[in-house]
C-alpha cells in the first residue's frame, strides 16, 4: 500500500496535516479504492517516522469525511464515502442499475485464478525494503556479494559492440546464451543441447509455466515438505495439489514415496535436491540413485530445482539428479538470480526437446521472450569467464559468512534451539527446542527491528522452526541481530 513517500519535518503544514493530504489525494484519485485496507496503525508509524498520535489525528480527519472506516477485526477501511468538503462532483442519479459493483477494479482483487501471496510473505515483500531492518531469512546474496565491478564490465563491453536489434528473441532464447547455458550445465554431469534449454524470466517463471503448461487442473505432484513451493503459489493457482513427503538429513526419503505417488495419482516429484530450500540439506549421491530408481519403476516425472547446486562451500554435490536421467524423465531449472545478478531475471529449463518447445510455446504467449539485453548481457557473462571467477570467490564469502552465523547460534542460542550445518547454498534450518505461534513470533520480531522467515511459510503446520540466510543480512548485523532473535525466542517460550 505505501511508497516512499514521508512528511517534510520543514513544511509549514503539521505532519497530521500533511499525512491527511497525502491519504486523501490517494483516496480521490481512485489509487487507493473502496474496499482497500490500510495498513495498522504501528506500520504507518514506522513508514512515517511520527509518533501514534499523528498517524491516529489524521485518520481521524478521514474518517469524520467519511473516507475510511475502522472495522473489528478487520482494520481500517476505504469506503469511498462521501467527497471531501469542497468538491463538486454530482452522481447522475438517473444512471440504469447494474450489478452490484462500486465501478472500480477493487471489486475484482479476491476474483482473479491467482491465488493472492500468503499474509506474512505479503508483508517481507513490503517491509524487504524499509531502512533499517535487519533481515535474517532473506533469499537473495547481499549487495556486496553481488559482482558489480565485473557486470559493469560485462555492460560496458556490450555498449562498444555493434549490438544486434534489440527485437524479440527467438521462442527458446538468445542462441548463444542457450549454448552458454549447455557448457554451465556440462561442467556438473548435464547433457543438454542448446535445442533442450529455453531461457525463463527466472526460475521462477520456469515453475509458473510448467505448472500451466503441462499438468491439468486437479492434479497432484509430490515434494519435500518443507519446501519453498508451499510459499508460493504458481502451482496451487493452476489447480494443482501438493502432496508432501518427509526428510531426513540425507533429503526426501524414498520409501514412502511409491504409495504416496499411487494414493495421490501424482503427475510429477518437485525436488531440490542440493542445498534444499528452506532446510539447507544435501541429498547424497546414494539417495539421489535410490530416488532415480524408484521414480523410473513408477514411470514418475522429476522436476528438479538446481537453484544453489553451484554454492557449494564444503565440497562439490554429487551430480544432479538431470545428470542421471537417460529416459527424459527430469525437467531441471537452473538460475543466475542466486549467484550472479537477481535483476537480470534470467533462468533457464533444460529438458527434452518436445517438452521445452512446449513451455516456449507458453512462454511466447504470455510474454514473447526474456528481455533480449538481459540475455546479451548473461551470455557475455558466461562465455567471458566471469561467471566461473564470480563463483569462485562467492563460495569463499558465502563459507565465511555461515561460519559466523553458526558461531553467534552456538554462543547465543544453544540451549533454545538445534540447527544444521549446511554443505553449501545459503540457508541454516533452525529448530526450537518449542513450538511458537509464528506470527506472534514474525510480529516481535518485527518490533525489534528484525524480519524473519517462519517455518509456516513452507510448510502450513510448522511451529518450531525458522529460516536463517547467511547471504544478506551484514556480520555486524547478525552479531546485533542473533542476540536479538534469542532473547525474543527466551521470552516466546
Not at 51 to 60: E, K, M, P
Not at 94 to 100: C, F, L, R, T, V
Not at 258 to 285: Q, W
Amino acid at each position: 500500500m505505501l511508497d516512499t513517500w514521508k512528511p517534510d519535518p520543514a513544511s509549514p503544514l503539521p505532519l497530521h496535516s500533511q499525512i491527511f493530504d497525502y491519504f486523501l489525494t490517494k483516496i480521490t484519485t481512485g489509487a487507493w479504492p473502496p474496499g482497500m485496507r490500510l495498513a495498522p496503525q504501528r506500520v504507518l508509524c514506522r513508514q512515517f517516522g511520527v509518533n501514534r498520535s499523528t498517524v491516529v489525528t489524521a485518520l481521524g480527519q478521514l474518517t469524520a469525511l467519511g473516507l475510511i472506516e475502522g472495522r473489528r477485526g478487520g482494520g481500517t477501511i476505504v469506503t469511498g464515502g462521501r467527497p471531501p468538503i469542497g468538491r463538486t462532483d454530482t452522481v447522475n442519479a438517473a444512471a440504469p442499475a447494474g450489478p452490484e459493483r462500486s465501478g472500480n477494479w477493487n471489486d475484482y482483487v479476491e476474483e482473479g485464478i491467482h491465488y493472492p501471496n500468503l499474509p506474512t510473505i505479503q508483508d517481507i515483500n513490503r517491509l524487504e525494503y524499509e531502512p533499517g531492518l535487519i533481515r535474517l531469512g532473506t533469499g537473495e546474496p547481499a549487495h556486496e556479494l553481488l559482482p558489480r565491478a565485473a557486470m559493469n564490465e560485462v555492460l560496458a563491453g556490450l555498449a562498444q559492440r555493434v549490438l544486434p536489434p534489440l527485437s524479440y528473441e527467438e521462442p527458446l532464447g538468445n542462441s548463444a546464451l542457450r549454448a552458454a547455458v549447455s557448457r554451465l550445465l556440462a561442467r556438473s554431469g548435464i547433457t543438454a543441447g542448446p535445442d533442450s534449454i529455453l531461457i525463463t524470466s527466472g526460475a521462477l517463471q520456469g515453475l509458473q509455466l510448467i505448472a500451466l503448461g503441462l499438468l491439468p487442473r486437479g492434479s497432484s505432484i509430490l515434494l519435500e515438505k518443507p519446501s519453498y513451493l508451499y510459499s508460493i503459489h504458481a502451482f496451487q493457482s493452476a489447480g494443482v495439489k501438493f502432496s508432501g513427503l518427509p526428510m531426513d538429513g540425507r533429503g526426501l526419503i524414498p520409501e514412502q514415496l511409491a504409495a504416496e505417488a499411487v494414493r495421490s495419482k501424482a503427475a510429477m516429484l518437485y525436488s531440490i535436491p542440493s542445498f534444499h530450500n528452506p532446510t539447507g540439506i544435501l541429498m547424497d549421491a546414494e539417495r539421489r540413485r535410490e530416488l532415480m530408481e524408484v521414480t523410473g519403476k513408477l514411470g514418475l516425472p522429476i522436476l528438479e530445482d538446481g537453484a544453489y547446486q553451484e554454492l557449494w562451500l564444503d565440497a562439490p554435490p554429487p551430480p544432479p539428479l538431470k545428470a542421471l536421467d537417460h529416459e527424459g524423465r527430469v525437467l531441471h531449472l537452473g538460475t543466475l538470480s542466486k549467484a550472479a545478478s537477481p535483476g537480470l531475471r534470467i533462468g533457464w529449463i533444460a529438458g527434452p526437446e518436445p517438452v521445452v518447445r512446449r513451455l516456449a510455446d507458453i512462454k511466447m504467449q504470455s510474454d514473447y521472450g526474456a528481455s533480449s539485453l538481459s540475455q546479451l548481457a548473461a551470455a557475455s557473462w558466461l562465455t567471458g569467464g566471469y561467471h566461473e571467477e564470480h563463483v569462485h570467490v562467492l563460495r569463499g564469502r558465502l563459507r565465511a559468512r555461515r561460519d559466523h552465523m553458526l558461531e553467534l547460534l552456538q554462543l547465543h542460542c544453544t540451549g533454545l534451539a538445534s540447527w544444521n550445518i549446511p554443505e553449501g547454498g545459503f540457508y541454516i534450518w533452525l529448530s526450537l527446542h518449542q513450538a511458537v505461534p509464528p506470527r506472534k513470533l514474525f510480529t516481535a520480531a518485527l518490533r525489534a527491528g528484525l524480519l524473519l522467515n517462519t517455518g509456516d511459510l513452507y510448510d502450513r503446520s510448522d511451529g518450531r522452526h525458522l529460516r536463517l540466510s547467511y547471504a544478506y543480512a551484514s556480520a555486524a548485523e547478525l552479531e546485533r541481530g542473533i542476540p536479538l532473535l534469542a532473547e525474543m525466542i527466551r521470552r516466546e517460550l
